[in-house]
């Protein structure tokens, strides 16, 4: 099993279990979710550009929004430039965060030129990052890496080695290459190597889908504590799965009703944010989390074909009430009272919004997540944050 907790100097993680870094996916609302659910003990954001939030675009700093029932929590970063990246990570620490991040592992092909995985085949300017940004910081400092640029260039040890000898005080190990993408098996006996290669704490991610898989990666590379992304998206509750293997030996599967509340709560949190990707950020959701539904093919059909987010709150509606019509009385009770609820949130949040006129604030109206069913105004965007204190950048997202 995984370790209970770990240690990134004073910062305790417990349990061992962290969300990865995933661009589109981390912002504060899919955060929320992993954290009510439990299980899960180090958060981080989607990364988001040392550029853009040193230059003051428009956008950045909302992606860099959090609250404190996140806590703990890393603000990941992306960028090519040392001077950059310390600034950046300079304004991390005054938002707040637990600790900093650098990314060193994304392959898509616009970040490569400037950060992400591309800084894997230039390890004097990497170390030149390194040693900006940990001068520049008093909070814990960690690293995201791949095992290299490709198959010919593995340089993960390598990478840890240096980082560690800099003040870098954690390492996340995808033993994957830039050239695989997500292709192919991970190779954990890389973040085995890199284990017994540094003293500080070595996270091993990667090809991670059910509880059994973190057990098993943690046994065979003896690593401190594990990092989920992908199944995370489609599997919200696998933290939680793996606390209860963890003591149990065995896990529940989630059941339609408690699918269908995370879902329509999710989508009614990002309908109430009026977000102009709104519909975007639903679909993309759907074609990650309904692939554990029963005839989830269906509903991904028809939140594709939804034009407008209350659209797709209406979809999924009816598909799950169609679908727990037969079920137990409490269950049907529970599609009624998260369809009551829809109604009430939505007339309150339409309201209120019209009344904060054209300042680009809403007030809206949240569950409080204690599964009581009450209802706590914010005014704020429920994805990114209070707008008034975070309109001086703008984000850089990645895959």
Not at 28 to 39: A, K, N, P, S, W
């Amino acid at each position: 099993m995984i370790p209970t907790s770990f240690q990134i100097r004073d910062l305790t993680i417990r349990p061992a279990a962290v969300l990865a870094p995933m661009a589109g996916v981390t912002d504060t609302i899919f955060r929320r979710v992993i954290r009510g659910l439990g299980g899960c003990g180090l958060l981080m954001t989607e990364f988001t550009s040392s550029e853009g939030i040193t230059r003051s675009a428009k956008k950045t700093l909302r992606y860099l929004y959090f609250q404190e029932d996140e806590r703990p929590i890393t603000a990941q970063l992306f960028g090519a430039s040392p001077a950059v990246m310390a600034e950046a990570a300079k304004m991390v620490e005054d938002l707040g965060y637990d600790a900093v991040d650098i990314n060193l592992g994304c392959p898509a092909k616009k970040v490569v030129k400037c950060g992400g995985s591309g800084l894997l085949r230039d390890l004097p300017l990497l170390e030149d990052i390194f040693k900006a940004v940990r001068a520049a910081v008093k909070i814990p400092l960690t690293i995201k890496l791949r095992a290299g640029w490709d198959e010919n260039s593995i340089v993960a040890v390598d990478v840890a080695k240096l980082a560690e000898s800099i003040g870098v005080e954690a390492v996340a190990v995808h033993p994957r290459t830039r050239a695989q993408g997500y292709a192919g098996a991970a190779d954990w006996t890389i973040i085995a190597a890199v284990k017994q290669a540094v003293k500080i704490p070595v996270i091993g991610n990667g090809d991670i889908n059910r509880p059994e898989d973190a057990a098993r990666m943690h046994q065979e590379t003896g690593c401190d504590a594990v990092m989920i992304g992908r199944a995370a998206a489609t599997n919200p509750w696998i933290f939680s799965q793996m606390r209860q293997y963890a003591e149990t030996g065995r896990y529940d599967a989630p059941t339609e009703a408690q699918r269908f509340r995370l879902l329509i709560d999710y989508y009614r949190q990002i309908n109430a944010a009026h977000l102009p990707d709104g519909v975007g950020k639903m679909k993309q959701f759907a074609c990650w989390f309904t692939h554990g539904v029963g005839n989830g093919s269906e509903l991904r059909r028809i939140v594709h074909a939804a034009q407008t987010p209350a659209e797709v709150l209406d979809s999924v509606e009816r598909f799950f009430a169609d679908r727990l019509t037969d079920a137990p009385k409490e269950v049907r009770l529970t599609v009624a009272e998260n369809e009551d609820c829809g109604a009430v949130s939505a007339k309150n949040v339409g309201s209120q919004a019209s009344a904060q006129g054209d300042d680009g604030q809403i007030a809206i109206a949240q569950h409080a997540g204690n599964g009581d069913g009450s209802v706590v105004a914010r005014n704020e965007d429920p994805a990114h944050g209070p707008s008034e204190q975070h309109l001086a950048c703008e984000s850089t997202r990645g895959t």
